[in-house]
């Protein structure tokens, strides 16, 4: 059962946390599941209410992909990078970013957006792919573009959206501001 799993995560996460307090070494700013993939969650707790709503949910991969020819080409046509690291360029995905309509514009998809980021760079990978599916209006591409992404058509067919009928396969180079870890308090 969901409730299950996450219980287990909780308790392994607070045995490393518990581990590195005795050791008194620092705990990792970031811990991602095996198995390549990861859900990031948002809730709200109304004022007054004992109860939290989820307002938002975030599916990502978690490991660095295989290095691909395509994603050489569009990181050197796209960001003018002609030194790629040794064993390729990391790509990481997001695989789907949902905010409830209502909590919207407040936020919670750019700290997402940050919070991610900082988990694919932390994981070893250079940049961060994802289709935008708006249905034909812009709107999410433009957003997307207004926080770093950039179009990325070369990579179309690879990310399983073949003439961009699925959407807009868009990359962005990954990043962790010097500040992040302390600013960005997430509980983990």
């Known amino acids: 059962t969901p409730l299950l799993k996450r ?16 050791r008194r070494k620092d705990a990792p700013p970031v811990l991602c599941p095996k198995g390549g993939q990861a ?13 939290k709503k989820q307002i938002a949910r975030f ?4 490991v660095r992909g295989p290095p691909a020819p395509p994603i050489d080409d569009t990181v050197r046509d796209t960001f003018g990078i002609e030194q790629f690291p040794l064993g390729g ?13 209502e909590y919207r514009k407040r936020g919670i998809g750019e700290l997402a957006l940050e919070v991610i980021s900082a988990i694919h760079a932390v994981q070893g990978c250079d940049f961060t792919v994802l289709v935008a599916d708006d249905k034909g209006s812009g709107k999410l591409v433009e957003w997307y573009e207004a926080h770093g992404f950039k179009r990325a058509p070369k990579l179309q ?12 396969t868009m990359i962005a180079p990954t990043a962790v501001p010097s500040d992040f870890f302390c600013r960005c308090k997430i509980r983990w």
Do not use: H, W
Request: with cysteine.
């Open 39 to 51: 859900v990031l969650q948002a809730y709200y707790r109304p004022p007054g209410s004992p109860r």
């Open 7 to 22: 219980l287990s995560l909780r308790a392994a996460s607070n045995l490393i946390k518990l581990d590195c307090f005795i």
């Open 59 to 62: 599916g990502i991969s978690t």
């Open 157 to 168: 067919n690879m990310m399983g959206s073949p003439d961009g009928n699925f959407g807009t």
């Open 89 to 101: 360029i990391g790509v990481a995905a997001i695989i789907y970013m949902f905010v409830e309509e």
